[in-house]
């Protein structure tokens, strides 16, 4: 109840007030909103990506920063959407560098605080909704109506077919959808489905895709794009040409070079849904073991941390529980709430020795494997010193951010360099 006063007395009217402040800026822009539990950020990436290749004047806002032009502003720390001040102020800059097109991630968080209050987008998605934030809404149900909130504010509206929210949306609202999918028929649906290790390919409309980037959920991503492209009147050959080198988001699926042939990536996989998705498109092309560096954010959804240690348990090899942003959390508590749900038949190992951790993973090549690690670059060293060639280590739930938030201290953090560190470190007990 607290909340919804305070959203209706004082995010509403600091939203109207920063639009009048910088003249209405959004009423000379064609919107494009684009939210969802996962995926945002990249199918976000790009529809932005294939409308610069088209030669329109495009900008894009995510919760990683806004991109226009050359210029890339950061929009805060261990952010959703911007606050509005920051929003119409972005806003204001593009339409003054002539800025025709912005694509908008758009988070639960900021429809229901009312950040883009007086906006209308020309096309809007839901890509998914999956369990999250369940610290701020009270129930799925709620959270799923907050989603849906961004259709109220838009003139197209595209839903995944494929996902369980698309029924439930269809029930609560009379707007005509349009929609995407790989399993039912839609108007935008994947077809010809081919994965390999190195690339994916399938068809859409008779239009063949081809991307190296070679995760199943990625489908998904290129088909809602698909359809805002379309939608937009533009030619499916500039995303054709966009997702064949598919474009580098900063901490997704982001891979860190190194001299042993171990793929180490970077993602921000922090949901139960993401993390499924994630290791299962994993499975599918991994040669070796697939090993999980994960932990859980502090004063979020706590229901949500047993899910993830039973879905890295049953997809991974071995995981190492570590801290996340713990904020005011135990670590312990954090990590102990992950373990309760991991799967039954899995071996804890305590040992700090390699040869004796090498040992019993030996000794249990069957079972999953996991580690207690409170350190986060304690448990990227144990991941690396562990890892073989052809072995998968990823690195999810900080992603892009670089900082790591202990109590309430900000504490410099890069999920890519803590992956150099413990190559360095690995090389050097080598050496």
Known sequence: MFQ????????LPKSIFYQAY???????????GITGTDGKTTTATLVYETLKNAGINAGVITTISAKYDDHEIDTGLHMTSPDPSVIQKIFKTMVNT?????????????????RFYGCHFAISAITNISHEHLDYFKDMDEYLQTKAKIFNQSQICILNQDDPSYEKILQKSPRDFLSYSINKKSDYQATDITIKPKNLSFKIKKNNLITDSSYRYQIYNILAAFSIIDQLKIDPKFLIETVRNFPITKGRREEVSNQLDIKAIVDFAHTPNAIKNTLESLRETNKG????IFGATGGRDQSKRPQMGLIT???????????????????QDINQQIINGIKPDSVLI???????IKKTI???????????IPNRQDAFNLAIQLAEPKDTVIAMGKGHENTI???????PWSETEAFRSAFKLRENKHA
Do not use: W
């Open 289 to 292: 073991k697939i090993i999980v």
């Open 350 to 356: 305590n040992s700090a020795e390699i040869p004796i």
């Open 405 to 411: 938030l202990h109590g309430k201290t900000e504490f």
């Open 4 to 11: 919804k006063i305070k959203n209706l007395f004082f995010h």
């Open 313 to 331: 348990s049953q997809l991974a090899n071995i995981a190492i529980i570590t801290a996340d942003d713990t904020r005011n959390e135990n670590i």
């Open 22 to 32: 910088y003249h209405f800026p959004a009423q000379k822009l064609t919107l494009i």
């Open 362 to 372: 030996k000794s249990n090549k069957n079972k999953f494997i996991y580690f207690n």
């Open 98 to 114: 002539g800025v025709t097109h912005v694509i908008c991630e758009v988070t639960a968080h900021a429809l229901d605080q009312y």
